[in-house]
């Protein structure tokens, strides 16, 4: 919060910045901004820098090389752990352009050109060390072969990838986030499967029509809105017991897909199912902290989906509840519902 604040009182808000949540736009950017106002030039005492980029002799183990209009990855020193090549137009990298940088720990080259058929098949398997390696918005159609197993943050979001090979993530274990969001993946098949650490997977905005069958067991974020998908497996929250927060907004689930009590899970504290077909309200655990159900067809406000017997004792954790643009309106809530939503703080109908 305290970048954010920093970037409030230098008006840089109107940029746009202030909307993006990742943090490292943030420092990358006021990295930048540091550099424009005169930046003593790296090379005096931090080490080789390539002329192209910007490396602080007060952090000389980073070089920003980001938004410089590069079509190719500059040498880079063997000291580097935190290497910024977002936002260029680098097509490809060869097998050998981190040779010399085994001991990268930060790899950002979201916003590029790359297509996968001109990264080399060993370009990160040497990277021993790496753990976040980000390659959002580029041209892939596949993940890159040979990762390195110490990756712990995955980002693969807005490319065009559609198949998950078997092996892709083979070995990682101590990957934590993969973003996959905005690609054109159909199936998951066994990929995902024996990621041990996986605890954030987001899938949304692809073209899958079931939920993936193997997903790894130690999920606490499950994003899949935006897809297809009509049906949900009577066992799948059963199977993932940290699941907290699961999304499936934005697809094609009807009352007909749902099987009693497979959202009746008590580890689950968000749910969103907000557009799509329901009428009706699935059972829900009162353990449950926010439902979204807003835009479906749910005709009813039926209280037993949220509290069996309600009495002083028993009531719902309930805080959010939405189910606006439904076929129901506020006369249509019960009035036993102040005891079972005793703890709701919003309820939009
Ligand atoms: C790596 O270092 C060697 C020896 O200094 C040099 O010849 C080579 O060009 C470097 N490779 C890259 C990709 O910078
Ligand atoms: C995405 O991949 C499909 C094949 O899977 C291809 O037909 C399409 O042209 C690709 N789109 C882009 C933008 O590269
Ligand atoms: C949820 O499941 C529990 C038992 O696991 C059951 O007692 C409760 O009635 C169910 N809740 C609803 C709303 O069906
Ligand atoms: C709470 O409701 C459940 C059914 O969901 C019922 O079996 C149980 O007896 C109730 N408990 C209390 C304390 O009323």
Same mark, same amino acid.
């Given at each position: 919060?305290?970048?954010?604040?920093?970037?409030?009182?230098?008006?840089?808000?109107?940029?746009?910045?202030?909307?993006?949540?990742?943090?490292?736009?943030?420092?990358?950017?006021?990295?930048?901004?540091?550099?424009?106002?005169?930046?003593?030039?790296?090379?005096?005492?931090?080490?080789?820098?390539?002329?192209?980029?910007?490396?602080?002799?007060?952090?000389?183990?980073?070089?920003?090389?980001?938004?410089?209009?590069?079509?190719?990855?500059?040498?880079?020193?063997?000291?580097?752990?935190?290497?910024?090549?977002?936002?260029?137009?680098?097509?490809?990298?060869?097998?050998?352009?981190?040779?010399?940088?085994?001991?990268?720990?930060?790899?950002?080259?979201?916003?590029?050109?790359?297509?996968?058929?001109?990264?080399?098949?060993?370009?990160?398997?040497?990277?021993?060390?790496?753990?976040?390696?980000?390659?959002?918005?580029?041209?892939?159609?596949?993940?890159?072969?040979?990762?390195?197993?110490?990756?712990?943050?995955?980002?693969?979001?807005?490319?065009?990838? &559609?198949?998950?090979?078997?092996?892709?993530? $083979?070995?990682?274990?101590? %990957?934590? +986030? !993969?973003? =996959?969001?905005? #690609?054109? /993946?159909?199936?998951?098949?066994?990929?995902?499967?024996?990621?041990?650490?996986?605890?954030?997977?987001?899938?949304?905005?692809?073209?899958?029509?079931?939920?993936?069958?193997?997903?790894?067991?130690?999920?606490?974020?499950?994003?899949?809105?935006?897809?297809?998908?009509?049906?949900?497996?009577?066992?799948?929250?059963?199977?993932?017991?940290?699941?907290?927060?699961?999304?499936?907004?934005?697809?094609?689930?009807?009352?007909?897909?749902?099987?009693?009590?497979?959202?009746?899970?008590?580890?689950?504290?968000?749910?969103?199912?907000?557009?799509?077909?329901?009428?009706?309200?699935?059972?829900?655990?009162?353990?449950?902290?926010?439902?979204?159900?807003?835009?479906?067809?749910?005709?009813?406000?039926?209280?037993? &989906?949220?509290?069996?017997?309600?009495?002083? $004792?028993?009531?719902?954790? %309930?805080? +959010? !509840?939405? =189910?606006?643009? #439904?076929? /129901?309106?506020?006369?249509?809530?019960?009035?036993?519902?102040?005891?079972?939503?005793?703890?709701?703080?919003?309820?939009?109908?």
């Amino acid at each position: 919060m305290r970048i954010l604040a920093l970037l409030l009182l230098a008006g840089l808000c109107d940029l746009g910045l202030c909307r993006t949540r990742d943090p490292f736009v943030w420092l990358s950017y006021l990295r930048s901004r540091y550099r424009t106002y005169g930046a003593p030039p790296a090379d005096l005492n931090g080490g080789d820098c390539p002329l192209e980029c910007d490396c602080p002799p007060s952090y000389p183990v980073a070089m920003y090389c980001n938004g410089r209009g590069l079509q190719h990855v500059p040498y880079v020193p063997s000291r580097m752990k935190y290497v910024y090549l977002q936002n260029n137009q680098i097509g490809g990298i060869q097998d050998e352009a981190f040779e010399n940088a085994t001991g990268i720990v930060w790899l950002m080259m979201h916003q590029n050109l790359l297509t996968s058929d001109q990264i080399g098949p060993n370009v990160f398997a040497k990277l021993t060390s790496l753990e976040r390696l980000y390659l959002g918005n580029n041209l892939l159609d596949r993940v890159p072969p040979n990762l390195p197993a110490s990756i712990r943050d995955l980002r693969l979001t807005s490319n065009n990838i &559609s198949d998950l090979e078997e092996g892709a993530f $083979r070995g990682m274990d101590d %990957l934590t +986030v !993969l973003q =996959l969001h905005d #690609n054109s /993946i159909e199936e998951v098949g066994g990929a995902l499967k024996s990621l041990p650490s996986l605890t954030l997977l987001d899938i949304s905005n692809n073209r899958l029509r079931k939920i993936p069958g193997l997903l790894p067991e130690r999920l606490h974020q499950l994003y899949l809105e935006s897809n297809s998908i009509d049906a949900v497996p009577a066992d799948f929250l059963r199977k993932l017991s940290q699941l907290q927060f699961v999304r499936l907004a934005n697809n094609k689930l009807t009352d007909g897909g749902i099987p009693s009590n497979a959202f009746n899970v008590t580890g689950l504290i968000e749910l969103d199912l907000s557009y799509n077909k329901l009428e009706r309200i699935p059972p829900v655990s009162t353990k449950l902290q926010n439902l979204y159900l807003q835009a479906n067809q749910i005709k009813e406000f039926s209280l037993g &989906s949220f509290c069996k017997v309600t009495d002083i $004792r028993n009531y719902s954790n %309930l805080r +959010v !509840l939405r =189910l606006d643009g #439904n076929e /129901i309106n506020s006369g249509d809530f019960p009035p036993e519902a102040g005891l079972c939503l005793r703890l709701a703080r919003s309820i939009d109908i």
